[in-house]
């Protein structure tokens, strides 16, 4: 079963009350307790759409830290399909992985990947993006399909509502992402794996409230935040946290979907977000762009063509330690895979270092002075 022990506690609470006289920190750093080991958060977790993180080996993501990697219930629904990966022995056997696995319920990648589809009370019909046949998913079908991958994790299916949405709408989509949170719940037969709900309720601070108290109230080991960075403004976004993280269980981890940049996690954690993903390090990696503390960089512009310096001097990757941004833009241009490696290495690297610096920085009871520190270095 997951547990979680939010470590530090008082050490929070103390920088709780200090912080409350300049401004709110929910700040905490706690421990994920699952059948694959223990993690600690604040945590980023590396998205592996289709069951391998593109572009790094298991073995260069346990190097550099990853402790928990995200997969996809749609894709690995549609191709290999989710029976074939239970004959292999489930995700982790046939991933090579023995870390942390979460997989996603298929709600958001039905909605924003494949082509229209019609979503009734009883679930989503959608046409493949692969071979464009009709494909449907349910809540029972989604569970079904992620008890089949093994994930420690698993999403409830949900619907991401769409960004703008009309209220009622939102409305309407979040009562029903509630029924279905409850059938994932009776469809969930498999002792070891937690079942996170997921937090809807649009950009509608009623509606976020009703959605985090009825899923509370139905009771889960842990809870996704859902339906934002969809394209909604940040102060948006946060208004949104705001109203929802204070209604969940302080005992049991919080998960930002789709979450995301620097500046982003930093305010996120403050509200007191523990989890994230973001395809953000891993896709702009693949157009030669590298994450460092003061922003951007486009390593592959011909600035950098006689630049024998590393990516970034202080970091800890491999790339950082071993090459130059001459020889990775050498490798972009040439269109080497090693280039997208190296850029993909530090970038990883470069989140999974910035959560384990603010994990530490709550447990010393700095945290908000370095996250002043981090927002005025770091330009968008
Ligand atoms: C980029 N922004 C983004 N917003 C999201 C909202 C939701 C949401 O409301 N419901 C669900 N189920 N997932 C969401 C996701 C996908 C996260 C993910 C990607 C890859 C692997 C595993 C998990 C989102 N991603
Ligand atoms: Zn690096």
Redesign the pocket.
């Known amino acids: 079963m997951l547990t979680c022990a939010f470590a530090g506690q008082k050490k929070v609470l103390a920088a709780y009350e200090e912080a409350v006289k300049c401004g709110y920190s929910g700040a905490r750093a706690g421990r994920l307790h699952t059948p694959h080991g223990v993690f600690d958060t604040p945590m980023f977790m590396p998205?592996g759409?289709q069951a391998t993180v593109k572009a790094v080996s298991p073995r260069e993501l346990k190097e550099m830290g990853a402790q928990i990697i995200?997969?996809?219930t749609y894709h690995l629904y549609l191709r290999p399909g989710t029976e074939l990966v239970a004959e292999a022995g489930g995700l982790h056997r046939f991933m090579d992985w023995d870390g942390g696995i979460?997989?996603?319920?298929g709600?958001?990648q039905v909605f924003s990947l494949g082509p229209l589809r019609k979503i009734t009370e009883e679930g989503a019909a959608f046409r493949s993006h692969i071979d464009g046949s009709t494909q449907f998913l349910s809540p029972e079908i989604a569970i079904k399909a992620q008890m089949n991958l093994g994930a420690d994790i698993i999403?409830a299916f949900?619907e991401?509502i769409p960004y703008p949405a009309e209220y009622q709408y939102a409305k309407l989509s979040t009562e029903r992402t509630t029924r279905w949170a409850e059938r994932s719940q009776k469809a969930h037969t498999r002792s070891g794996q937690a079942l996170f709900a997921?937090v809807?309720g649009g950009m509608y601070q009623d509606l976020r409230r009703v959605s985090a108290n009825d899923l509370v109230s139905l009771d889960f080991p842990g809870y996704?935040i859902?339906?934002?960075?969809?394209g909604e403004p940040k102060p948006v976004m946060y208004e949104m946290l705001e109203q929802t993280v204070p209604l969940l269980p302080e005992n049991k981890p919080r998960y930002l979907?789709?979450v995301g940049t620097p500046d982003c996690l930093v305010e996120a954690v403050r509200y007191g977000i523990d989890m994230f993903?973001?395809?953000f390090p891993t896709r702009v990696a693949r157009n030669g762009t590298a994450m460092t503390k003061s922003g951007r960089l486009v390593v592959k512009n011909a600035a950098y063509a006689k630049d024998f310096l590393p990516i970034d001097e202080n970091c800890g990757c491999y790339a950082c330690q071993n090459f130059s941004r001459a020889y990775i833009r050498h490798l972009l241009k040439a269109d080497e895979i090693f280039g997208l490696r190296l850029t993909t290495i530090h970038n990883l690297y470069f989140l999974l270092d910035f959560t384990k610096k603010m994990r530490q920085a709550i447990l010393e009871d700095r945290f908000l002075s370095f996250r002043e520190e981090f927002l005025a270095q770091y330009c968008k």
């Open positions: 998205v759409t995200l997969s996809n979460l997989t996603d319920s709600g958001f999403m949900d991401c997921i809807q996704g859902g339906g934002l960075s969809v979907m789709g993903d973001c395809v």
